[in-house]
């Protein structure tokens, strides 16, 4: 790459919460970014961000599920910005229920938007990372990933989402492509919020009720996300591959 050249980094879910901090970081650090979310005119807010601030970013929408629209959305970043050597596989969605009360619709929903998502992301951007000799993925696990009552989907599917990112790792090390897990803990978002409404809670007494069980005494922001994810996408971090970063505000394990 010429100094002069602007990595192109694909963010999804980037209309809101932590996609959307995440895409204002990665075009602060010179990245242009594509803002995907399901739908477009959503997207319009990040964008402005970015392009308020300077940056360069297009709205992209594409639900990450469908396999051609996945197709499509990349081919339309890689004729709009170029072709793309940064991905962070964002976009997510709940259905919480306890097992014995659990659809197969909701089982397939979370399994579809996270895995499915991931995995058409990823094979879609990876042969641009390969011709670039440059690549790096970011995919959004959880805490839940260690098991987390009413969430037996979403477990599931963050838990297979590291490993996922440690067989990416393994696959595309030779081609100067590193991936890597995110794992956040308690984050302030449109997700949690409605996770409050769903067990009756005002949204902030959640939060501070959450925020005692936490080690650092307060619930996480999406630019903490933000700040773990920039760093693994950075050019520095080309030696750091295949790990899982739980940012929680204290141990999890
Ligand atoms: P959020 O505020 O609900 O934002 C998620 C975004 O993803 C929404 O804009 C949503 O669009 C979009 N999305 C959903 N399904 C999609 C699809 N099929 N294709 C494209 N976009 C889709 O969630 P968040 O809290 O920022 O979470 C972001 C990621 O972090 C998720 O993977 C989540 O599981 C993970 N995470 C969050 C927390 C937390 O505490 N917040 C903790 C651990 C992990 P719509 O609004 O149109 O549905």
Redesign the pocket.
């Known amino acids: 790459m010429s100094s002069t050249e602007q990595r192109v980094a694909v963010v ?2 980037a ?5 959307a901090a995440t895409a204002v970081r990665l075009a602060a650090e010179g990245r242009a970014v594509a803002v ?4 477009e005119s ?1 997207c319009k807010d990040t964008v402005e961000k970015i392009t308020a601030a300077g940056g360069r970013a297009i709205a992209v929408g ?4 469908d396999e051609a629209q996945v197709e499509t959305a990349i081919a339309r970043v890689v004729e709009e910005l170029g072709a793309p050597t940064i991905l962070v596989n ?4 709940l259905r919480d229920n306890l097992l014995f009360k659990m659809s197969v619709s909701d089982w397939d929903t979370v399994m579809n ?2 895995l499915r ?1 991931s995995f058409l992301m990823a094979r879609a951007v990876q042969k641009h990372m390969v011709d670039a000799g440059f690549g790096r993925i970011v995919n ?1 696990s ?3 990933a260690l098991g987390n009552r009413g969430q037996v989907n979403y477990s599931a599917a963050k838990a297979g989402l590291q490993g996922f990112t440690k067989t990416l790792a393994k696959e595309l090390g030779k081609f100067g492509i590193t991936a890597n897990s995110v794992a ?4 302030a ?4 919020k409605a996770t409050a409404e769903r067990v009756g809670m005002n949204f902030d007494d959640f939060k501070a009720a959450a925020a005692t069980q936490i080690p650092v005494q307060r619930v996480g922001e ?1 630019e903490d996300i933000a700040n773990a994810i920039a760093f693994f996408t950075g050019d520095a971090a080309g030696f750091v591959s295949g790990q899982v970063l739980y940012v929680a505000g204290g141990p999890l394990n």
Request: hydrophobic letters at 40%; proline letters at 6%.
């Open positions: 999804t879910g209309a809101r919460g932590i996609g995907i979310d399901l739908d959503a594409a639900d990450v599920s964002n976009a997510g969605v938007v996270h998502g959004l959880s805490s839940s956040p803990g308690f984050i978002t449109e997700m949690t999406p």
